[in-house]
């Protein structure tokens, strides 16, 4: 069966400071890899989406980036965070195709202060 | 962009009533996928599906894709069903996006 691991659960940081979210996936080969962010109160959207290894491609612009430096691992980061990047990453992967079922991990809650 | 629409955005039903929730895409999707959110914001992937029916337990998913709409109906429902539905459309493509609705906010009570 396949799990997927997030870490760490909760974070809390100061504004400036660097980030590094990280997701890994076991039982499933060359999987395609998503993250998601969820401000507080807001709507689930993606941020970035990985196919293969080496291979990130960004959704949506927040002054974040993540890579794939293996084939089951993935991390998002930041050299310095801001409020607004407060909220709920998710960490997601698919199977069977574009069209197939998204599986999530159980996210980590990021404080900015 | 694409935009998906949740109705109603909250729902008090007494337990055993049966929950009736709606959801409107605004482009063509090659799949629903309905979640549970918990109060911690980690999700719980409920049901999927491209087209037509499908059922696990208490939930039914309808989809129409070509209408646009899908549906999740959650029969007899309990105090436990409380909390935050989420759909969410795939809409294919390389990155497999999905886009989420704001959610249902569902209370059962006694």
């Known amino acids: 069966a396949q799990t997927i691991h997030q870490w760490p659960v909760a974070e809390i940081k100061a504004v400036g400071s660097p980030l590094s979210l990280g997701c890994t996936i076991k039982?499933?080969?060359?999987?395609?890899l998503y993250w998601y962010w969820q401000a507080t109160g807001g709507t689930l959207q993606q941020l970035f989406y990985s196919i293969t290894v080496g291979q990130v491609e960004s959704v949506v612009q927040l002054n974040l980036s993540a890579s794939r430096p293996k084939d089951d691992q993935f991390i998002l980061s930041t050299e310095k965070l801001l409020l607004s990047h407060s909220g709920f990453y998710l960490c997601?992967?698919?199977?069977?195709?574009?069209?197939?079922?998204?599986?999530f991990g159980e996210g980590s809650k990021l404080t900015v202060l | 962009g694409q935009q998906v629409q949740q109705s109603p955005a909250s729902l008090v039903l007494q337990e055993g009533e049966n929950a009736e929730l709606q959801c409107n895409f605004s482009s063509t999707a090659t799949r629903l996928q309905w979640f549970y959110q918990r109060p911690g914001g980690s999700l719980v992937s409920l049901l999927s599906?491209?087209?037509g029916t499908k059922h696990t337990g208490r939930l039914t998913s309808t989809t129409v894709t070509k209408e646009r709409r899908g549906s999740l109906h959650i029969s007899s429902s309990q105090i436990t069903d409380s909390g935050t539905y989420l759909c969410a459309m795939n809409s294919g493509g390389s990155n497999a996006k999905l886009t989420f609705g704001k959610g249902t906010k569902l209370s059962v009570k006694s």
């Open positions: 039982g499933k080969s060359s999987p395609n």
């Open positions: 997601a992967w698919a199977r069977g195709g574009n069209t197939g079922q998204l599986y």
């Open positions: 599906n491209p087209s």
